[in-house]
């Protein structure tokens, strides 16, 4: 018996894959996988095209070459056609860097030379200096660095500097014209609680109320916010509105735990609702006796 071997016939492919794709019974024997229904090279040239750099095999690689090229060369010509527009374009933009980074430096070097001349301040400030000359090396200080925080923080304590001194009305004046001047800053809620407390302090007590009342309803600030619940707890309790008092001291005392002001606050509502139960049981009407006898016997 002859056995005659006989070689598989190995098909061959065209080498241009637009031929391949316009050939859809050679595409699908060529480019499709056993198992997979997807579209792909054959494993042969797939293989070479790891193994070998074959430009036929690896046409996706040099597609996305070919068209990062193009845009490049795109883009090249645009620029050599436009090139007074990207220059001019171009020295705007770093003159307007060279603008900005200038200002920030300046903006940086007066804010550390306000915070100098304020520490200085701080430091040659003798304990027994007077207040209004004191209130004055402040206010200076906020004149001439406006807009910084150390002028700010200047502003601030010229005004409260006045208010220990007693010159309410003053302090009243200098808090006010911070506010107006910085509506929203840092210190705005200090200035704001500062108007409050100097109008308490000249016993306009009415008014007082209601501007501790916009610093709890305006401001975010957890100190100023307590101060001001606290303030109106002690009018309340001068006006004898004892439940009022009673609930801002407890609200101090809820939000400020741990704290000296918090425990003050939840003491003093303790001895309110004790008084407020005193009050309650003197007030129930006692059984009083007849001022005559109804008792006919002799």
């Known amino acids: 018996m002859r056995v005659e071997i006989i070689n598989p016939v190995v098909p061959t492919y ?43 095999d690896c046409w996706f690689t040099m597609q996305a070459q070919d068209a990062a090229t193009a845009y490049f060369f795109k883009l090249w010509e645009w620029t050599e056609n436009n090139i007074r527009t990207v220059i001019i374009g171009a020295g705007v933009a770093a003159v307007v860097i060279a603008l900005v980074s200038y200002y920030l430096w300046q903006q940086n070097q007066t804010e550390i030379t306000a915070g100098q001349e304020l520490t200085q301040l701080f430091i040659s400030t003798p304990p027994d200096s007077d207040a209004s000359q004191l209130a004055d090396a402040y206010l200076k200080i906020a004149m001439d660095y406006p807009g910084t925080q ?13 208010f220990e001194s007693g010159k309410y009305p003053e302090a009243q004046a200098q808090f006010q014209k911070y506010l107006d001047a910085n509506p929203v800053s840092a210190f705005s809620a200090t200035a704001a609680l500062g108007v409050a407390a100097s109008l308490e302090a000249q ?4 008014p007082a109320a209601d501007a501790y009342q916009r610093v709890i309803s ?3 600030n957890p100190n100023a916010v307590a101060a001001a619940q606290f ?14 008092a009673e609930n801002f001291y407890q609200q101090v005392a809820r939000n400020n735990p741990n704290t000296a002001l918090g425990s003050e606050a939840a003491f003093l509502a303790f001895q309110l609702k ?3 139960a005193a009050t309650q049981s003197t007030n129930t009407p006692a059984t009083r006796t007849a001022p005559f006898s109804l008792n006919t016997e002799p």
């Open 274 to 276: 004790s008084k407020a």
């Open 14 to 56: 065209p080498d241009n894959l637009d031929t391949i794709r316009q050939m859809p019974v050679l595409r699908d024997k060529a480019c499709r996988h056993p198992t997979s229904s997807k579209f792909s090279l054959p494993r042969r040239r797939f293989q070479a095209c790891v193994f070998e750099v074959n430009p036929r």
């Open 218 to 220: 305006s401001y975010s």
């Open 150 to 162: 150390s002028g700010k923080r200047a502003w601030v304590l010229a005004a409260t500097t006045l």
């Open 203 to 206: 016993r306009k007590t009415q």
């Open 231 to 244: 303030a109106l707890a002690k009018i309340n309790e001068q006006q004898g509105n004892l439940v009022q």
